[in-house]
């Protein structure tokens, strides 16, 4: 548990100081928000009637995006060789190094979701289920963006063949997600089949991810 | 491993007829050679005979094509891995943190209980707060050679150790593998350079070219 802790923490330490976390993933979510309307035109109906779905989008580029950030600079420096000589099994560093990019991806852009949707006009009473929904669809976007970065590894800027490998991954958690922001939002309970489904892929990929993720690390050193 | 950093159990590392293919290349094959407690091994041999690429067989980060690794003498779980020091040509440094923080990091990591006197052992404590970003190259392999003082493991495996050290830190390097050897640890170090110690054993890798 100190050792989780450790990793986790330097995680967090190092997403803060290196800049390119937090902010770089909120500000191109802003940034993919706000060019929307400007594409679309400015009506109001039909962007609050999109605004949950071109939320999710925004927030898995966003993800994606920081996503290589995890592995590759610790591939770089060697300490991720390091890593697979540590006590623990490499299957918990991959979960730990996930859980940190949740915190600093995940986490704030849900926060800050519902603040952003009113560029599009969201309908205030979708703020919650749309932050509840993101906070528990967003661990599985970590967990198989960090799945895509151990995959590639040994391709230097290998963020594009990321988001080639894991878009279609996000697929169902897109399609819960928004169901999830959308429904509860038009006087459905909260807790909703939708929401729950979210819930189940999220602790799937929470088991699933890192075993794969640790596999292809291993692999990769072989 | 006691607490006061004696090795408890007397360690052998075997290896028998190991082979080595990278990139479908034969690297090296027949390598047989054995390292007890309190014992040292130097391998030598020319660029691309596969000295690293023997180090990391033995840190199991690669997988040999062929011939048997073994540890003698362990009586709990840990694979070999999980035994060694594997200090090779990354120096595994966070350029964002500290000097301190990274090796507290590997520290906590590498599963010991923090010792102070980790960055004493190559002179780094009076830059305990710097950020390690701002340490040249020199003082950079100081801070990776440290983890070796802040983890207590019993098998070392140093890949060209002294590559940009001066003559102060290499002095430092030899006292540190001279107390390993003598609490009853296993040292593995390639070099082109004779860095001042002693090895009990040596094995040249590629010896059948002319030099």
């Known amino acids: 548990m100190k050792i989780a802790w450790a990793i986790v923490r330097r995680d967090l330490v190092l997403a803060y100081r290196q800049g390119g976390g937090i902010g770089t993933a909120i500000g191109f979510f802003l940034v993919v928000v706000t060019l929307l309307p400007l594409g679309l035109g400015p009506d109001i109906a039909l962007l609050s009637r999109i605004a949950p779905g071109a939320l999710w989008i925004a927030l898995l580029l966003s993800v994606l995006l920081s996503v290589d950030r995890v592995l590759q600079p610790d591939h770089e420096d060697g300490s991720l060789e390091q890593m697979l000589l540590a006590p623990m099994p490499l299957e918990l560093t991959v979960i730990c190094k996930s859980f940190a990019h949740w915190l600093t991806t995940g986490v704030p852009l849900a926060l800050t979701a519902p603040l952003f949707g009113l560029l599009l006009n969201l309908a205030p009473e979708a703020a919650l289920p749309l932050i509840l929904s993101t906070l528990i669809g967003s661990p599985a976007l970590s967990f198989l963006g960090v799945l895509g970065a151990s995959l590639t590894l040994d391709i230097r800027r290998g963020g594009l063949l990321i988001s080639l490998l894991i878009l279609p991954l996000y697929v169902p958690v897109l399609i819960f997600g928004v169901s999830a922001s959308s429904s509860s939002g038009a006087g459905l309970t909260l807790l909703g089949p939708s929401l729950l489904i979210l819930l189940a892929l999220s602790l799937a990929a929470l088991v699933l991810c890192p075993l794969a993720a640790a596999a292809a690390i291993r692999a990769h050193y072989r | 491993m006691n607490g006061d950093g004696t090795m408890a159990q007397p360690l052998r590392l075997v290896a028998e007829g190991l082979v080595c293919e990278r990139g479908g290349r034969r690297v090296f094959e027949g390598v047989d050679f054995a390292v007890a407690s309190r014992e040292s091994l130097l391998l030598t041999g020319p660029n ?10 033995v840190a199991s980060l690669i997988a040999p094509a062929g011939g048997s690794l073994r540890l003698d003498g362990a009586d709990d779980a840990l694979t070999i891995g999980q035994r060694c020091h594997y200090v090779g040509h990354a ?17 906590a990591f590498m599963g010991a209980a923090p010792a102070g006197g980790a960055l004493d052992a190559f002179g780094l404590a009076p830059h305990a707060g710097v950020p390690a970003g701002l340490l040249s190259a020199g003082q950079r392999r100081r801070l990776a050679l440290s983890r070796l003082a802040a ?11 002294t590559v940009g050290l001066d003559t102060a830190s290499q002095a430092a390097l030899v006292d540190l593998m001279s107390a390993h050897v003598a609490v009853g640890g296993m040292i ?3 070099s082109h350079v004779d860095i001042g110690f002693s090895f009990n054993h040596s094995l040249k890798l590629g010896g059948e070219r002319a030099p």
């Open chain 2, 48 to 57: 691309g005979t596969g000295k690293t690429s023997l180090l990391r067989i």
């Open chain 2, 91 to 107: 120096n595994a440094i966070k350029t964002a943190l500290s000097v301190e923080e990274n090796i507290a990091f590997w520290g």
């Open chain 2, 151 to 161: 983890v207590a493991r019993p098998l070392w495996l140093l890949d060209e150790p």
């Open chain 2, 188 to 190: 593995i170090a390639t």
